[in-house]
């Protein structure tokens, strides 16, 4: 798999995975993805993309009375295994897996607890078919995800960008995409596409990250593809559902069909299955790249709006 070709016009499925579907361990959710993969593949796609906190469905088969500060701490022991029962899949199939987000112990975690700082991230892991690994965490955590109450991590603080068969790709998870002060960071590095797993709890939420992930493929002149889950991981709590759906975005331009939408699953809040796979095949990457280099309609390129100066009205002269 090390020899695999570019990718001059790459094709996606994006998975917006029913969290409630019930599991009974790991090696159950290793084979839902397997089977995934392999209809991904016979659909002719490159990459799986799932969403982030895939790992809460696990807590379909967590144990009973598991508090809601226990259950990072929970799934975190549970990552190793998950990694490693979804290792070979990418190989089998032929193509990348973003294994979506989980909860994950950090290496120096003791470090991490000597200073206060929680030991937990939420990571999100693209396996490539040749074998290589990279780890994203996310960067700009939510309330929930700051809650000492609840679930309690600690945040990243680098982006990788990652190189694949000609391609250079970036992870932003859920909120991370919303942020136009890192978007204005990614500007110069000319992303060919940005892989965004959410999960959201209301549609305003979903919005917000599908709008905002939109917002960069134009900002950024690149592809952006974004897929949250749904459903109720453990129904027996009092928790809320998860509005999910998945879209993959285009720069607004006359040549890619004026909308700036290659593919797109409306938000939904429950699935009778597994959850839809939305395919969106041949992204036509050279003209993205054209458009980024100069052919863009109005785009002013990586514009750092240095020398712009901000001036309070009642500060003019009269």
């Known amino acids: 798999?090390?020899?695999?070709?570019?990718?001059?016009?790459?094709?996606?499925?994006?998975?917006?995975?029913?969290?409630?579907?019930?599991?009974?361990?790991?090696?159950?959710?290793?084979?839902?993805?397997?089977?995934?993969?392999?209809?991904?593949?016979?659909?002719?796609?490159?990459?799986?993309i799932m969403p982030e906190y895939a790992c809460e469905q696990?807590?379909?088969f967590a144990p009973e009375g598991l508090t809601a500060t226990?259950?990072?701490?929970?799934?975190?022991?549970?990552?190793?295994?998950?990694?490693?029962?979804?290792?070979?899949?990418?190989?089998?199939?032929?193509?990348?897996?973003?294994?979506?987000?989980?909860?994950?112990?950090?290496?120096d975690s003791?470090?991490?607890?000597?200073?206060?700082?929680?030991?937990?991230?939420?990571?999100a892991h693209l396996l490539l078919p040749d074998g290589r690994v990279f780890k994203q965490d996310k960067l700009c955590l939510t309330p929930a995800e700051k809650n000492?109450?609840?679930?309690?991590?600690?945040?990243?603080?680098?982006?990788e960008i990652v190189p694949w068969r000609g391609l250079r790709l970036a992870t932003l998870i859920?909120?991370?995409?919303e942020l136009p002060a890192l978007a204005a960071r990614l500007a110069p590095l000319a992303l060919d596409l940005i892989?965004?797993?959410?999960m959201t709890g209301k549609r305003a939420g979903h919005h917000r990250v599908f709008g905002c992930a939109k917002a960069r493929a134009v900002e950024l002149q690149t592809v952006v593809a974004a897929v949250g889950g749904v459903g109720v991981a453990a129904a027996s709590k009092e928790r809320p559902t998860n509005v999910g759906g998945a879209a993959v975005f285009l720069p607004c331009e006359e040549s890619l069909g004026h909308e700036g939408i290659a593919a797109r699953l409306p938000a939904f809040e429950r699935a009778e299955?597994?959850?839809?796979?939305?395919?969106?095949?041949?992204?036509?990457?050279?003209?993205?790249?054209a458009l980024r280099d100069g052919a863009a309609e109005v785009w002013p390129g990586a514009w750092s709006a240095e020398g712009v100066t901000f001036l309070e009205a009642g500060d003019s002269a009269a």
């Open 70 to 107: 226990e259950e990072i701490p929970w799934m975190a022991e549970q990552a190793e295994a998950a990694l490693a029962a979804i290792a070979p899949l990418p190989a089998r199939h032929g193509i990348a897996l973003l294994a979506g987000s989980i909860a994950v112990r950090v290496e």
């Open 58 to 60: 696990w807590l379909t």
């Open 174 to 177: 859920c909120l991370d995409i």
């Open 110 to 123: 003791d470090e991490h607890a000597a200073n206060g700082a929680p030991p937990y991230r939420n990571r």
């Open 273 to 289: 299955d597994e959850g839809p796979l939305l395919f969106a095949h041949d992204l036509p990457l050279p003209t993205v790249r």
């Open 1 to 48: 798999m090390t020899d695999q070709p570019p990718l001059e016009t790459p094709s996606l499925a994006l998975w917006a995975t029913n969290l409630a579907r019930p599991l009974n361990g790991i090696e159950a959710w290793a084979r839902a993805i397997d089977a995934k993969l392999a209809e991904a593949k016979a659909g002719g796609a490159d990459m799986l």
């Open 195 to 198: 892989l965004t797993p959410s």
């Open 148 to 159: 000492p109450e609840a679930w309690h991590l600690g945040s990243g603080t680098q982006v």
